[in-house]
């Protein structure tokens, strides 16, 4: 099992950043691909940023590619999600979450189904 926590999320104008850290505990983090999610009122949970376990690859969603940067620390057990240049649009609950597959084609990282566990999440608004 792994324990997701995000932290991070807030109110901020539009052009602002936020960063959201997402602690993981119960396995070894480094054996975990980590994904950032996210969900709008009335809309579906869309898939905002991912990691490979080692941190080598990174992949991201057209609407935020150039604004929004993933990372993760394996020593802290800590993924990240630098977000700059924030629009209303960005506005969603924010989710992170974990696969255990460490052998993800770089199309799987983009499904909600392949990853087993998932943070509580963490409201970000930005207004305009």
């Known amino acids: 099992q792994v324990q997701l926590v995000e932290s991070g999320g807030g109110l901020v104008q539009a052009g602002g950043s936020l960063r959201l850290s997402c602690a993981a505990s119960?396995?070894?983090?480094?054996?975990?691909?980590m994904g950032w999610f996210r969900q709008a009122p009335g809309k579906e949970r869309e898939f905002v940023a991912a990691i490979s376990w080692s941190g080598g690859d990174t992949y991201y969603a057209g609407s935020v590619k150039g604004r929004f940067t993933i990372s993760r620390d394996n020593s802290r057990n800590t993924v990240y999600l630098q977000m700059n240049s924030m629009k209303p649009e960005d506005t969603a609950v924010y989710y992170c979450a974990a696969s255990w597959n460490k052998n993800l084609s770089p199309t799987s990282y983009y499904r909600p189904s392949e990853y087993a566990y998932w943070g509580q999440g963490t409201q970000v608004t930005v207004s305009s």
């Open positions: 119960g396995r070894t983090f480094s054996d975990y691909a």
